[in-house]
């Protein structure tokens, strides 16, 4: 069996993602049936960490209403990591139960 090469053309930016290797084990992302190189995929769909404003591509902490990396969701005094369910809010803001006397 023969595999069939050709190129994969993003869909913003129309650089090719393949550049002709064999589909099997090709990486690109794709949205609506459109192929995207990952760059062009993280700028234009993915969401955005609260803390860092960094394209998430992993598993994110959803808290006040946002998303954040796990490494960015920190306390506004401290700057500690919030490792806990617990937390407080001062202005829209994480603090730890240690920063917050709870």
Known sequence: ????????????????ITQNKA?????F???DGQPYCK???EAQFAARCA?????????????LDVKWHKDCF???????PISGNTF??????????ECAGI
């Open 74 to 80: 920190k306390c506004q005094k401290c700057k500690e």
């Open 39 to 41: 760059d062009c995929f």
């Open 51 to 63: 803390g860092c404003s960094k394209a998430i591509l992993e598993k994110a902490v959803i808290a």
């Open 88 to 97: 407080a809010v001062q202005d829209n803001q994480p603090l730890c139960t």
């Open 23 to 27: 589909l099997v084990g090709a990486s």
């Open 29 to 31: 992302y794709e949205r």
């Open 1 to 16: 069996m023969k595999l069939l090469r050709t190129d994969v053309i993003c869909g913003k930016c129309n650089n090719p």
